[in-house]
T-cell receptor
Framework: GIQVEQSPPDLILQEGANSTLRCNFS?????LQWFHQNPWGQLINLFY???GTKQNGRLSATTVATERYSLLYISSSQTTDSGVYFC????????????FGKGTTLSVSS | EAQVTQNPRYLITVTGKKLTVTCSQN?????MSWYRQDPGLGLRQIYY???????DKGDVPEGYKVSRKEKRNFPLILESPSPNQTSLYFC????????????FGPGTRLTVT
């Protein structure tokens, strides 16, 4: 089945810095989502982005489906951005699960 | 507000005592599924449902049951919970199977002693 790899596994930033998180996937996908898991364990939908580019405030994402990767950009990071960021991909088969990467743990200090 | 709700959010129980975690969505979604999240293992799918009365096993179905009698509800049943089912559980839904955004509930943190 599809495999999803995220990098880096850990990221430590000072408030105000920018960062790029990467997600590689091993097969063609019809679903690619980015999530932020907050300290209370909730999974917050950031982007649904099987292809193309989207922006939402300080966050943006780009997926290049033909090259099988997606990038999440965080600009002017804030302490509230801390947490784990997951990429999840769904393959082109009915009923298949979203396959999650292991996540990138982001720590932003003031 | 469009959402997926789960109850309870937190539960501590004992081995063997049957329990049900409820999941409900108000978006008229056809597809619903359950995941569990464990340290070092990530999120894995337990069961999914493509529509009412249509359910199927995911990657880790052992020890769980589900039912889909109504479109909006997809309860997860642990008939005889064991400590290895201690986990963080998420319900998710999407409009249909395939390439649609999945929406996740807030999670249920279950501890089985």
């Amino acid at each position: 089945g599809i495999q999803v790899e995220q990098s880096p596994p850990d990221l430590i930033l000072q408030e105000g810095a920018n960062s790029t998180l990467r997600c590689n996937f091993s097969d063609s996908v019809n679903n690619l989502q980015w999530f932020h898991q907050n300290p209370w364990g909730q999974l917050i939908n950031l982007f649904y982005i099987p292809s193309g580019t989207k922006q939402n405030g300080r966050l943006s994402a780009t997926t290049v489906a033909t090259e099988r990767y997606s990038l999440l950009y965080i600009s002017s990071s804030q302490t509230t951005d801390s947490g784990v960021y997951f990429c999840a991909a769904g393959a082109n088969q009915a009923g298949t699960a979203l396959i999650f990467g292991k996540g990138t743990t982001l720590s932003v200090s003031s | 507000e469009a959402q997926v709700t789960q109850n309870p959010r937190y539960l501590i129980t004992v081995t063997g005592k049957k329990l049900t975690v409820t999941c409900s969505q108000n978006m008229n979604h056809e597809y619903m599924s359950w995941y569990r999240q464990d340290p070092g293992l990530g999120l894995r799918q337990i069961y999914y449902s493509m529509n009412v009365e249509v359910t199927d096993k995911g990657d880790v179905p052992e020890g769980y049951k589900v039912s889909r009698k109504e479109k909006r509800n997809f309860p997860l049943i642990l008939e005889s919970p064991s400590p290895n089912q201690t986990s963080l559980y998420f319900c998710a839904s999407s409009l249909s199977v395939g390439g649609y955004e999945q929406y996740f509930g807030p999670g249920t943190r279950l501890t089985v002693t």
